[in-house]
């Protein structure tokens, strides 16, 4: 009895079971804005808590009530510059470990240990920790990057709610990718000396993929740039506009989807069998799927000559 609920304890880590309790909330909710809006018409609350950015301005007037928690979307790049620091600090952790022998810290050990991770030893699983943790990092500076010479931000808005998880979001997902790590105590278990010697095919194959999805989500957010700037790469204007190009030509938010096929091309990396990593990008599917629909109901309200063959967020499905 006893074995079984280690056995089960180890399945349902609470790294896992936070992971997966967020991917049923996002889709429950995705699920309730598919149903009839008579079902929600007395959600005002919840319809403001899901909705960010454009998608506050469908429907009527917000009370003054709920404007008090509104935080700018161009706060965004706060998200971005804790990812960098953080998984940074946790990426320097993970180097020394892998490559020069250097035992975790005592605190970022124990930490692991609370959340769920295992004493493990798994072949190339150290090196795919540590490529997943350096594609998350660059994500971030990417991100970061654009939200500071690529985006031009309006007055839109985004709940405080919403900042708050935005802030913590980055840290549980570097602590995921950590916790994943194989270990002998404190020390990263490697298989033989050099651990480059542990590259497989699908360590290439998520390198590829993260970097055409990074490739593409940077060309959406250039394409949506530039229909507030003129030619010379001045703002002119903080409104919305149809765009057109590159994705855009089958979904309405092309920038979601390439964050899905990022997480995507982490769980290759992974080897495509680590449950955890599957369970966040099983949050990501439903988190951005409620994402680009709301953006997607936008778009076809505000404009009369929108695209029909467009998308929400999965070409020719969704």
Same mark, same amino acid.
């Given at each position: 009895?006893?074995?079984?609920?280690?056995?089960? =304890? @180890?399945?349902?880590?609470?790294?896992?079971? *936070? /992971?997966? !309790?967020?991917?049923?909330? &996002? $889709?429950?909710?995705?699920?309730?804005?598919?149903?009839?809006?008579?079902?929600?018409?007395?959600?005002?609350?919840?319809?403001?808590?899901?909705?960010?950015?454009?998608?506050?301005?469908?429907?009527?007037?917000?009370?003054?009530?709920?404007?008090?928690?509104?935080?700018?979307?161009?706060? =965004? @790049?706060?998200?971005?510059?804790?990812?960098? *620091? /953080?998984? !940074?600090?946790?990426?320097? &952790? $993970?180097?020394?470990?892998?490559?020069?022998?250097?035992?975790?810290?005592?605190?970022?050990?124990?930490?692991?240990?609370?959340?769920?991770?295992?004493?493990?030893?798994?072949?190339?699983?150290?090196?795919?920790?540590?490529?997943?943790?350096?594609?998350?990092?660059?994500?971030?500076?990417?991100?970061?990057?654009?939200?500071?010479?690529?985006?031009?931000?309006?007055?839109?808005?985004?709940?405080?709610?919403?900042?708050?998880?935005?802030?913590?979001?980055?840290?549980?997902?570097?602590?995921?990718?950590?916790?994943?790590?194989?270990?002998?105590?404190?020390?990263?278990?490697?298989?033989?000396?050099?651990?480059?010697?542990?590259?497989?095919?699908?360590?290439?194959?998520?390198?590829?993929?993260?970097?055409?999805?990074?490739?593409?989500?940077?060309?959406?957010?250039?394409?949506?740039?530039?229909?507030?700037?003129?030619?010379?790469?001045?703002?002119?204007?903080?409104?919305?506009?149809?765009?057109?190009?590159?994705?855009?030509?089958?979904?309405?938010?092309?920038?979601?989807?390439?964050?899905?096929?990022?997480?995507?091309?982490?769980?290759?990396?992974?080897?495509?069998?680590?449950?955890?990593?599957?369970?966040?990008?099983?949050?990501?599917?439903?988190?951005?799927?409620?994402?680009?629909?709301?953006?997607?109901?936008?778009?076809?309200?505000?404009?009369?000559?929108?695209?029909?063959?467009?998308?929400?967020?999965?070409?020719?499905?969704?």
């Amino acid at each position: 009895m006893a074995l079984g609920a280690g056995a089960a =304890f @180890s399945v349902l880590s609470p790294l896992r079971a *936070l /992971w997966l !309790g967020l991917a049923a909330a &996002f $889709l429950l909710t995705l699920l309730l804005q598919l149903a009839p809006p008579r079902l929600l018409r007395d959600c005002a609350l919840f319809q403001d808590l899901i909705r960010y950015g454009k998608t506050k301005l469908v429907g009527p007037a917000r009370p003054a009530a709920y404007r008090a928690f509104d935080v700018p979307k161009r706060y =965004f @790049s706060h998200f971005y510059v804790i990812s960098v *620091l /953080w998984n !940074g600090f946790l990426l320097w &952790f $993970l180097t020394q470990s892998v490559f020069l022998g250097v035992p975790l810290p005592n605190w970022l050990h124990g930490l692991l240990r609370i959340l769920g991770a295992a004493q493990s030893q798994g072949g190339e699983l150290a090196l795919s920790v540590f490529l997943v943790l350096l594609f998350l990092w660059l994500h971030s500076w990417r991100r970061l990057f654009e939200c500071f010479y690529v985006s031009v931000f309006s007055n839109a808005v985004i709940h405080v709610v919403q900042y708050c998880f935005g802030l913590v979001y980055y840290v549980l997902v570097g602590l995921t990718v950590i916790s994943e790590v194989p270990m002998d105590g404190r020390n990263v278990y490697i298989v033989g000396k050099n651990p480059l010697m542990q590259a497989r095919w699908f360590h290439i194959l998520g390198m590829m993929m993260f970097i055409w999805s990074s490739v593409h989500q940077y060309k959406c957010h250039v394409i949506l740039g530039k229909l507030r700037r003129n030619k010379a790469g001045v703002v002119i204007h903080c409104n919305h506009r149809i765009p057109f190009g590159d994705w855009f030509e089958y979904v309405s938010s092309p920038n979601y989807l390439a964050e899905l096929m990022i997480y995507i091309s982490m769980a290759v990396t992974f080897g495509l069998h680590n449950l955890t990593w599957w369970l966040v990008v099983t949050y990501v599917f439903f988190s951005q799927a409620l994402s680009a629909f709301l953006s997607h109901k936008f778009y076809q309200s505000k404009f009369v000559s929108y695209p029909k063959h467009r998308k929400a967020f999965l070409p020719f499905l969704f």
